[in-house]
């Protein structure tokens, strides 16, 4: 959610901000700013409303050969998207770049009379405050930026720039991640290691309550009491295939269709088919811990949240005496909840940024409860701070909407699951068909990719125009029809919500008309009989259904089926959202929408 980058070398400080941008795009896209200073101080702010190539276009009239600078792509929090309140912010001499939110910014602007608002952000008075302290260049730069943040509740990343000293750059962070690239002869900033790849794989990780003074040739990082800490370099892990487009047309084709390869990176070295057990090496848990589970939470956001519903269906299916409780992050920081002594949280995020997720593991290790996470980024932050965790390794995921990282998280939690189950002595003869298929699952996901993808998109087309939807499942299917409703809704902005067939009678089937299709998840299963007759009283109604189904005999009169390889009993689910993921991409491509940045959202939300 929003991105930060920075340089100071040799190069071209303009072509590095406006790249790196583009490379943190999808972290937030209403709005873009770059400032540069020359040698002797003189500063060129350029910014825009929406895309970065607003901007590039303002650029083109602007050109410098400056050598330091810092940039901004903004998801709005305070004030709407325009050019008045994108970053960065100026006050007096300095420039400043932020992401977070500075939650006592109201308290701090009264005291800070003197400057002159232009914007409506919570930004401009951090930059003011800085200022207020920095006193047109009385004190060093980072002694004003340290004194400013000590008195700022909420939460930051920020670069702050000043005409009188052309040859640093101060970073702090507070909850929202920065990573400094050491280069040869410079040094590079970003929010996200993505936008440094291409200049340096060598990255400092900033901590929560550090600053740093950046030069061309050093990085000189201290707490905000002053301590001196010393600065880690550490290799970045991602390759530059894994951040472009592959010559798909849009990320999220690529991120979908790769999932055979990506899950397979989850399984890698975790499952051993032939004698039927999984291994994470990740967690660290003795098998005394593990034999001693009883409860589970599992905590996320989103897509995470509906992978942690998933899997929790499965691990009481072959876990005895365990409650597994999914919740919602952003619900479960504040609630009351007692956590009992025999439990294991599992933090469940692809950014490993999220700031509710994070919030939940800083409270439930508070507790004395150990944390696992799921996470797929790599040194992020709640990879960071759990007690243990498997990485689920699907290499980064650039479009907004998540897709091969909800298949590897329920995989992953679920071979979690079959870990407890192992220590608690479960028969091998219940958990091996679980681990059988876990491992055929690579190439089921291929073979549904391929054998489904003409007509789920022929079908996503024919209901593109639909502006609501219903998605239908039960047991697992009934997180997987969460799931596909929030793809479609997210998108392609079709008001689509997910029930539990057990449920229709209870309220929704009040809804089914002709503004409505249906999406009924039917996986062959012990409950199948029961959804195809809730299926039967939509289409008494005259409901517009697509089933997708692995029922080979399927034979129900709907409108459209789609059907995937019988192969898979217990994990069909799964392959079942790889067809939703498909419909909504379609869907959304058909109705001309911007597929990977959807409006109003971003990736990686790191505010609350
Ligand atoms: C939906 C989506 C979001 C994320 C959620 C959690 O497609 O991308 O719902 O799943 O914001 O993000 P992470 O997993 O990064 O914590």
Request: charged share 25%; with cysteine; hydrophobic share 40%.
């Amino acid at each position: 959610m929003c991105g930060i980058v920075g340089y100071i070398g040799n190069k071209n400080a303009q072509n590095f901000l406006i790249s790196g941008l583009k490379r943190l795009e999808y972290r937030g896209y209403d709005s873009a700013g770059i400032v540069t200073l020359n040698a002797e101080g003189e500063a060129t702010l350029l910014r825009a409303k929406g895309k970065i190539l607003n901007l590039e276009e303002k650029l083109a009239a602007n050109k410098r050969d400056d050598k330091i600078g810092i940039g901004h792509t903004r998801w709005a929090t305070h004030g709407e998207p325009s050019e008045t309140n994108a970053h960065p912010h100026r006050a007096g001499k300095i420039y400043l770049v932020h992401n977070g939110i500075i939650e006592n910014y109201k308290e701090l602007k009264e005291n800070l009379k003197e400057h002159d608002f232009k914007s409506q952000t919570d930004t401009e008075v951090l930059a003011a405050l800085i200022n207020s302290f920095y006193k047109d260049g009385e004190y060093p730069l980072a002694n004003a930026v340290v004194q400013a943040l000590k008195l700022v509740k909420g939460t930051y990343g920020i670069a702050v720039v000043s005409c009188l000293s052309p040859d640093e750059i101060v970073v702090a962070r507070s909850g929202s991640p920065l990573v400094i690239g050491v280069g040869h002869d410079e040094t590079l900033l970003a929010s996200d290691a993505s936008a440094l790849l291409r200049h340096t794989k060598r990255a400092i990780y900033l901590n929560d309550g550090e600053v740093a003074l950046i030069r061309k040739n050093s990085v000189e990082i201290k707490t905000l009491n002053a301590e001196p800490v010393s600065a880690k370099v550490e290799e970045i892990e991602t390759n530059i295939a894994a951040i472009q487009k592959g010559g798909y047309e849009h990320f999220l084709l690529k991120e979908i269709m790769e999932q055979p390869e990506s899950l397979m990176e989850t399984l890698r070295g975790r499952v051993n088919a032939k004698d039927g057990t999984v291994r994470l090496g990740g967690p660290g848990l003795s098998e005394e811990k593990l034999r001693g589970i009883k409860h589970l939470v599992i905590v996320g956001c989103g897509t995470a949240y509906h992978a942690g519903l998933l899997a929790g269906y499965y691990i009481e299916q072959f876990t005895p005496e365990i409650t597994v409780e999914t919740v919602i992050a952003s619900e479960y920081r504040y609630r009351n909840a007692y956590i009992p002594k025999d439990s294991v949280a599992l933090i469940v995020s692809q950014s490993g940024e999220t700031a509710d997720t994070l919030a939940c593991l800083r409270e439930i290790k508070k507790q004395g409860i150990p944390t696992i996470g799921i996470v797929n980024a790599i040194g992020s932050t709640i990879a960071r701070e759990v007690d243990g965790g498997t990485y689920v390794h699907v290499g980064p995921e650039i479009s907004v909407a998540s897709t091969k990282a909800f298949t590897s998280q329920a995989i992953a939690m679920v071979m979690f699951g079959l870990t407890i189950a192992q220590a608690k002595g479960v028969k091998s003869s219940m958990l091996r068909p679980y681990v059988e298929e876990i491992a055929k699952l690579p190439e089921a996901v291929r073979e549904t990719l391929d054998s489904t993808h003409d007509i789920v998109k022929n079908v996503a087309e024919k209901y593109a125009e639909y502006e609501h939807a219903i998605y239908l499942g039960r047991d697992t299917a009934y997180p997987t029809a969460m799931e596909g409703a929030l793809k479609l809704k997210e998108i392609a902005y079709v008001d689509a919500n997910a029930y539990a067939f057990g449920e229709l009678k209870h309220g929704p089937l009040a809804l089914v008309d002709d503004r409505f299709f249906e999406m009924a998840l039917l996986p062959e299963g012990e409950l199948y009989e029961k959804a195809v007759s809730n299926v039967q009283e939509v289409l008494a109604r005259g409901g517009h259904i697509v089933a997708v189904t692995n029922v080979e005999d399927f034979d129900l009169p709907v409108e459209s089926v789609i059907k995937i390889p019988a192969e898979i009993r217990l994990f069909a689910p799964i392959l079942m959202n790889l067809v939703s993921q498909l419909f909504a991409y379609y869907a959304t491509v058909a109705k001309g929408l911007n597929v990977d940045q959807p409006r109003n959202l971003a990736k990686s939300v790191t505010v609350e």
